[in-house]
Antibody, heavy 118, light 107 residues
């Protein structure tokens, strides 16, 4: 059973860079698409972007200028960096392997709350 | 981007009720649609993929239908564990987008 676990600081100052990692266990990261999704408190879900096992990426245009997703196959991890954060970036951040046209099964981390505040 | 809308935004229902939630895409997405259930403090859990296929382990009281732009999720007989927020999500094209959610609570 594939499991995902987010890790990283729960508090980030405005204008700084949010950095999170996702460790994948029970399966190899060297296949499939690996995504980040976020959910502001009390609000809906927003897809941030994905990284493919080959290293290719695709980002939500609404965040593209501030987002970097990277892969570390040796550690079976992928990471998110979101720069120049504001209070609007306060959210629960999930890492996930989402359903795609070729993958019917999805897996999600439990989510981690990141608060942007001075 | 493909915009997803859901109706209603919330509903109150009783145990045993049949519940239907509608999701509409701003352009055709074939059957590349998933439905999720989310309970407070938990990650979303997929119920349906490819518009009508039941995810492994999900009870058959959940069903999905539709293609193109209009989709529905039906819960045939609502149980206490089904009170939650439900989201649709299109995976036809990037960026993936979610509907705003439908909150189902107890009448």
């Amino acid at each position: 059973q594939v499991q995902l676990q987010e890790s990283g600081p729960g508090l980030v100052k405005p204008s700084e860079t949010l950095s999170l990692s996702c460790t994948v266990s029970g399966g190899s990261i060297s296949s499939n698409y690996w995504s980040w999704i976020r959910q502001p408190p009390g609000k809906g879900l927003e897809w941030i972007g994905y990284i493919y096992y080959s290293g290719g990426t695709n980002y939500n245009p609404s965040l593209k200028s501030r987002v970097t997703i990277s892969l570390d196959t040796s550690r079976n991890q992928f990471s998110l960096k979101l720069s120049s954060v504001t209070a609007a970036d306060t959210a629960v951040y999930y890492c996930a392997r989402l359903i795609t046209g070729t993958t019917a099964r999805d897996y999600w981390g439990q989510g981690t709350l990141v608060t942007v505040s001075s | 981007d493909i915009q997803m809308t859901q109706s209603p935004s919330s509903l109150s229902a009783s145990v045993g009720d049949r519940v239907t939630i509608t999701c509409r895409a701003s352009q055709g997405i074939s059957n590349y649609l998933a439905w999720f259930q989310q309970k407070p403090g938990k990650a979303p859990k997929s119920l349906i993929y490819a518009a009508s296929r039941l995810q492994s382990g999900v009870p058959s009281k959940f069903s999905g239908s539709g293609s193109g732009t209009d989709f529905t999720l039906t819960i045939s007989s609502l149980q206490p564990e089904d009170f939650a927020t439900y989201y649709c999500q299109q995976y036809n094209s990037y960026p993936f987008t979610f509907g705003p959610g439908t909150k189902v609570d107890i009448k």
